[in-house]
């Protein structure tokens, strides 16, 4: 007779956790006779409460086993064992029905105990007499627990057909053998097919049956093992109930990787497959009849983990199931919805179609009904991330892109799924048909919330890539979509490391802003971004992703040839710190990585005059502390007027970096007023230092302002900025005291070197822009022409400081400190014409062919190092048939050749007497007489510079004093005093006064 183990199961629970004798009432007789040999054992051994005792005793008298076993319990020991030897003796052969109770018992203990290799006697216990044997199992093991291993119980037990039940009714009457058993089971390694696994697998499901509290943690402890998986999925498809065994399913077969799917995905598991499909198939069912709103969310998963990862495909009829489970409109959880729309995408037989049939025409209704239902759902705001899910869809149909496709499927089901290229166009069609546009998309796309600290540490999917995505298909610029303003929101939100797709998305916004002829960004917002404190870090990251708008806007409209960047962002440029931003890209490499190349590419093209310098690098990396003084740039001004320069300059060392670019105005005035007379040196040093901090974080706003300050036609409104940016030598108009004081003058060759870069940059830029339109030829023509106008301006500037170097003909007074002041000037006007020189040699040689005041050759050899190379444009200046700069290249070389005493420039030497002579022999007398005037004194000293070339010096010497004696012999009516003969007979004489014997001239 079968026990009914779901009945029996309360009473078996109450004894495993105590509560059995304070609920001994509960239960009625029926319940109570399996476990007769437990409770009357207990009652013998008074192990019952003392106000239940009597009353248990009372109700098991009443049992018809009672005595027997009560009989069995009180039996002489020593009678005992001598049955249990004669059971011994005589085997199982006497029939098991024809003995006493304690012959019985006797039997029954040594069956279990017997070491024999037979699977189970035959006919020892029949299945009318297992229910007694259960009794007599159960109560030997109670009282005679030494001949009754629990161990050698369970063995046994699976031996032979009616074992399980035996050990199932020992079990309820000795619950603490319940773990020790199913660790036994748990450890037996046996075949799922052969008997022992057969019976192991009929007694786990009645001890499921009996004590449901161990269910979930035997079956993982089974689905882990590979030959008890199978098993374990059969009995938690039928012991389990809805929720548990989506919650044992799930994880187990999220993975391929795990023991269970490798299994199922055998065909060998096929039957087991089936069993646990039809179950989520028949629960997908009712979910569906009853059109619950309920989520449902691990049902659907089980669904899809089950059909991605063990390949069973769904009958027709479960595949319709499967497709209303997914399709469900009155579902409101994100979570699930998104994880239906992946579905739809991962399950091809959902969305296929025979190769002769339009894709759109036999798509499944409900599949167009859900893809509706998701457009209406995506516009309430409370669905942002279902939002930002279906347009990610949608971005990836849009462009094709399968690999997206596939790995955000990945993401999902943590499995790879393959969709064929055809597969996508249908989706494709059907998402753009049913659910949103490409219109709508762009749209959607271009309102999605941004993303709070982006960085590049951030994982997985978010609105840039959608972003992204569609600006690279152009879908914004072909529906004149603004994506502007998200784009400001999400800048404003990103944080470093920068993330690379924020930056491409700049850089491509950018360049499709420009080609539309939009400023993109709007002014006010980067107006709004650049006001404020210069040095702070909330929204530094912000600057330098705007200043990467700023550089690829440019860029892209100097390709084009488009004008409209003076409309939109005209003043921009001069009034956000460029070469700050660039310091601080620069210095904090990791953290701008991702933008740092395109950042200084661009910058070095655009504004190659604004780019880092030492330091700029400095500053950005450690601004330095300082104090913020509540001072106005008015209090400033009106301490100025009162002379208090002292003390304002006190304070100015004492602020923070960002409030002297705030007093930028200011500190170009005080600039200004250091030029006066009565300002300490210390205070004028002061000041430089001012200037000079400024220059490396705000160049051009300062230069700009200091423009307006010094030149007075910028302040007549004569010319303007753009004027100073094409022609930098108008400069030179400035306030005369800055090109007469070294320290301010250093400030104003920094200045000059910026405007002159920006002019070439802004010169071939324009050249570039132009040629694009031109022909070859054209092109080449240009080029010579832009390089010529380059060369041109720098020989302009280097006159205009050549000019500046000389005291005569900057009227300076004759007096000791004067002159000190002039040398330094001329100093620095040298470094920077050696600088020039250095980078176009051609330069050099255009100042040279112009000539310079010959008084001003030995200062300009003695300090630009450069003018060694002069040597090489030596010949052809004296080829040429301008005397004046025949005398020119001779003093030039002379007195390169003073400074450096080699031999090349002793053979630059010789090559001029050789000149010399020549010019002697075939020119005519006057030109040569004019020549030597000059040159004369400058011959004299190649004597003491090159003592091997005296002789061809004095040789070539006689020779021009005889000529000069000769023409003064053929013109008598030449008054003697005014004659050059007379003048350059008298130079010789003097010069050679210590090589000849030729008395001086009176």
């Not at 629990?150 to 000795?174: A, C, D, E, R, V």
Request: net charge neutral.
């Amino acid at each position: 007779m079968a026990l009914n183990l779901g009945k029996l199961s309360p009473l078996f629970c109450s004894l495993q956790d105590g509560t059995f004798w304070d609920t001994i009432n509960n239960f009625d007789d029926d319940e109570l006779k399996v476990f007769l040999p437990f409770l009357i054992s207990s009652c013998f051994h008074n192990d019952a409460s003392g106000d239940v005792f009597p009353e248990l005793l009372a109700r098991l008298c009443q049992f018809p086993e009672g005595n027997r076993i009560l009989t069995l319990i009180r039996q002489n020991r020593t009678e005992f064992e001598e049955k249990f030897q004669t059971s011994h003796e005589g085997g199982f052969n006497i029939p098991f029905c024809k003995v006493d109770d304690i012959t019985k018992l006797a039997m029954v203990i040594r069956f279990f105990n017997e070491s024999s290799k037979d699977e189970f006697p035959a006919g020892f216990i029949s299945d009318d007499e297992v229910p007694d044997a259960a009794m007599l199992l159960s109560l030997g093991y109670i009282n005679y627990p030494h001949l009754l291993p629990f161990g050698k119980i369970t063995l046994k037990s699976l031996s032979f057909p009616n074992g399980p039940q035996l050990l199932i009714t020992m079990l309820m009457n000795s619950v603490e053998l319940l773990n020790p058993v199913l660790n036994i089971l748990m450890g037996l390694q046996v075949s799922e097919e052969s008997s022992i696994g057969r019976q192991k697998g009929v007694l786990l499901t009645q001890l499921f049956e009996l004590c449901p509290r161990i269910h979930l943690s035997i079956l993982r402890d089974m689905a882990s093992s590979k030959r008890d998986c199978l098993l374990a999925v059969r009995l938690a498809a039928q012991f389990l109930d809805d929720e548990a065994i989506l919650n044992f399913i799930l994880p187990l077969t999220w993975n391929k990787s795990t023991q269970l799917v490798q299994t199922l995905s055998k065909a060998s598991s096929r039957s087991t497959l089936t069993i646990l499909h039809d179950r989520l198939y028949k629960m997908a069912s009712r979910i569906v009849e009853k059109n619950d709103k309920q989520p449902y969310l691990t049902l659907l998963q089980s669904l899809m983990t089950i059909q991605n990862n063990c390949s069973l495909k769904p009958s027709p009829e479960q595949l319709n199931i499967l497709c209303s489970l997914i399709c469900r409109v009155n579902v409101e959880d994100d979570a699930y919805l998104e994880f239906a729309l992946a579905s739809l995408l991962a399950i091809l037989s959902l969305t296929s179609f025979p190769q002769n049939q339009l894709p759109v025409n036999r798509m499944d209704e409900m599949i167009v009904a859900f893809l509706k239902h998701l457009a209406i759902e995506i516009t309430k705001e409370h669905r942002e991330s279902l939002r930002i899910t279906v347009i990610y869809v949608g971005v990836c149909l849009s462009g094709l892109r399968t690999d997206f496709l596939k790995t955000f499927l990945l993401n999902i089901f943590k499995t790879k799924i393959t969709i064929p290229p055809r597969q996508v166009q249908l989706l494709r069609t059907t998402f753009f048909s049913s659910c949103l546009s490409e219109c709508e998309l762009a749209t959607r796309c271009a309102t999605l919330p941004v993303s709070v600290n982006l960085n590049s540490e951030f994982s997985g999917r978010s609105p840039i890539h959608s972003v992204h995505d569609l600006l690279c298909s152009g879908t914004f610029a072909r529906f004149n979509v603004d994506l502007g303003p998200w784009l400001e929101n999400q800048i404003m939100a990103s944080s470093v490391p920068v993330h690379n797709v924020l930056s491409e998305v700049v850089e491509r916004f950018a360049a499709e802003s420009a080609r539309a002829g939009r400023s993109g960004l709007r002014k006010k917002f980067i107006d709004d971004l650049f006001e404020g404190d210069i040095l702070s870090e909330t929204v530094l990251t912000a600057r330098v992703v705007t200043l990467l708008y700023l550089l690829s806007y440019r860029s892209q409209m100097d390709q084009l040839a488009i004008g409209a960047v003076d409309n939109f962002f005209r003043d921009i440029y001069s009034s956000i710190p460029i070469r700050f931003l660039l310091s601080i890209v620069e210095c904090r490499g990791t953290n701008y990585s991702s933008c740092r190349t395109s950042i200084m590419r661009l910058a070095t093209d655009i504004f190659p005059y604004m780019l880092p310098t030492i330091d700029s690098v400095k500053i950005a990396r450690a601004p330095g502390g300082g104090m913020s003084f509540p001072f106005t740039t008015d209090e400033y001004f009106g301490m100025l007027k009162r002379n208090e320069i002292g003390r304002i300059l006190k304070v100015l060392d004492a602020s923070l970096l960002s409030d002297l670019v705030k007093q930028l105005p200011f500190i170009v005035e005080l600039f200004r007023k250091s030029l006066d007379k009565d300002v300490l040196l210390p205070n004028v040093d002061s000041v430089i230092t001012l200037w000079s901090r400024l220059e490396n974080v705000v160049p051009r706003m300062l230069y700009e302002k200091s423009c307006l300050s010094w030149v007075s036609c910028l302040q007549n409104k004569e010319m303007s900025l753009a004027d100073i940016y094409e022609y930098p030598t108008l400069l030179f108009r400035c306030d005369r005291r800055i090109l007469s004081s070294p320290k301010h003058f250093s400030c104003f060759i920094r200045m000059l070197t910026f405007f002159s870069a920006a002019s070439k940059n802004l010169l071939m830029r324009s050249v570039h822009t132009a040629n694009c339109s031109l022909n070859e030829v054209e092109r080449q023509e240009r080029d010579v022409l832009s390089i010529a106008v380059d060369h041109t301006r720098g020989s302009l500037l280097i006159q205009l400081l050549i000019e500046v170097s000389d005291p005569k003909r900057m009227q300076d007074e004759q007096t000791p400190s004067a002159l000190k002041r002039r040398r330094l000037v001329r100093k620095i006007a040298c470094e920077y014409i050696h600088q020039l020189f250095i980078m176009d040699k051609n330069i050099m040689k255009l100042v040279l062919f112009q000539t310079f005041p010959l008084h001003m050759v030995p200062y300009l050899v003695e300090d630009v190092p450069s003018m060694f190379v002069a040597r090489d444009f030596l010949q052809e200046m004296l080829s040429l048939p301008d005397i004046k700069r025949r005398i020119f290249g001779i003093s030039l070389m002379i007195h390169v050749s003073k400074k450096y005493r080699i031999t090349a420039t002793c053979a630059s030497t010789d090559l001029i007497l050789d000149v010399l002579h020549t010019l002697l022999r075939f020119c005519e007398a006057s030109i040569n007489v004019k020549l030597f005037l000059k040159i004369v004194p400058t011959l004299a000293e190649i004597n003491s510079v090159f003592p091997q070339l005296s002789s061809d010096v004095t040789h070539l010497l006689m020779r021009v004093y005889s000529l000069a004696a000769n023409r003064m012999a053929l013109n008598p009516l030449v008054v003697e005093c005014q004659s050059q003969e007379k003048q350059l007979m008298a130079l010789i004489k003097n010069s050679l006064a210590d090589q000849v014997n030729v008395a001086p001239a009176v």
